[in-house]
């Protein structure tokens, strides 16, 4: 990752409001796993609960190839969470700065960080078929199990 596009993504991280997902931290390698959606596209709400059990509900999302969805977001916790959709190694790498930098706050598509209670939405269009990731990178959560995958099938 290019020291110079981490630094520039992380100040825009932290200056812009947590219930948004737009901008472009964290979008590198992103095209794995599809792409930011248009909202006129969206075939499908799914509403994602993110708790303080470090769980989703639901962890398993089911998607077809071409598919733009809406993701309802609700942190019913008293925690903050976040929604982060990514490959397994993007999250992974990207929860090893989480880790050096706790209070990163996301705004960008694939992205978005809640403080207890809020809601939000990311839409996503899911273009290639295979598993998308998706976890909540604060430090600690992710280890507790906080993360799910979307099947992305082809019919």
């Given at each position: 990752m290019n020291k110079h596009i981490f630094s520039a993504g992380l100040l825009g991280a932290l200056a812009m409001p947590a219930a948004l997902a737009g901008g472009t931290?964290?979008?590198h390698g992103s095209a794995a796993v599809g792409k930011p959606g248009q909202g006129a596209a969206?075939?499908?709400t799914i509403t994602v609960d993110m708790q303080d059990s470090m769980r989703f509900t639901p962890q398993q999302i089911t998607v077809s190839k071409g598919e733009t969805v809406r993701f309802a977001l609700s942190n019913s916790g008293k925690l903050k969470h976040e929604f982060s959709l990514g490959s397994e190694k993007e999250l992974v790498e990207?929860?090893?700065v989480m880790k050096k930098y706790p209070d990163m706050e996301h705004d960008?598509?694939?992205k978005l960080t809640l403080a207890p209670g809020a809601k939000g939405e990311v839409i996503w269009t899911f273009d290639k078929p295979g598993v998308v990731h998706f976890a909540c990178l604060h430090p600690g959560h992710y280890e507790a199990g906080m993360k799910g995958q979307?099947?992305?099938a082809t019919h």
């Open positions: 931290h964290g979008s969206v075939t499908r990207h929860y090893a960008e598509p694939g979307i099947k992305v």
